[in-house]
């Protein structure tokens, strides 16, 4: 059985940096793209960053975190960190990891001004 589980948020202030770590069980990340999505209140749920290719050298990122965001997967192949910096308060939201089907619970990020 698959699963995805987050861990890594909290609360941070405006400006601060947090990385957060998606655990894959039942698969690796080798052969799997995957996606990093958040959801703010009241907002649809919006994807933040993607990671794919062979060696995981293919990104992609929302216009809304580009040089503030980085994604990267662990040596093991079970794991994909999003690196954030220089957060706002706009970044607030419950941050899932996503491969095909598959989601995790969430993990919140809060960042106060």
């Known amino acids: 059985q698959v699963q995805l589980v987050e861990s890594g948020g909290g609360l941070v202030q405006a400006g601060g940096s947090l990385r957060l770590a998606c655990v894959a069980s039942?698969?690796?990340?080798?052969?799997?793209?995957v996606d990093w999505y958040r959801q703010a209140p009241g907002k649809q749920r919006e994807l933040v960053a993607s990671?794919?290719?062979?060696?995981?050298?293919?990104?992609h990122f929302a216009d809304s975190v580009k040089g503030r965001f980085s994604i990267s997967r662990g040596s093991d192949d079970t794991t994909v960190f999003l690196q954030m910096n220089n957060l706002t308060p706009e970044d607030t939201g419950v941050y899932y990891c996503n491969v095909e089907m598959t989601w995790g619970r969430g993990t919140q990020v809060t960042v106060s001004s």
């Open positions: 039942g698969m690796t990340f080798r052969r799997n793209s």
């Open positions: 990671l794919g290719g062979p060696s995981g050298t293919w990104t």
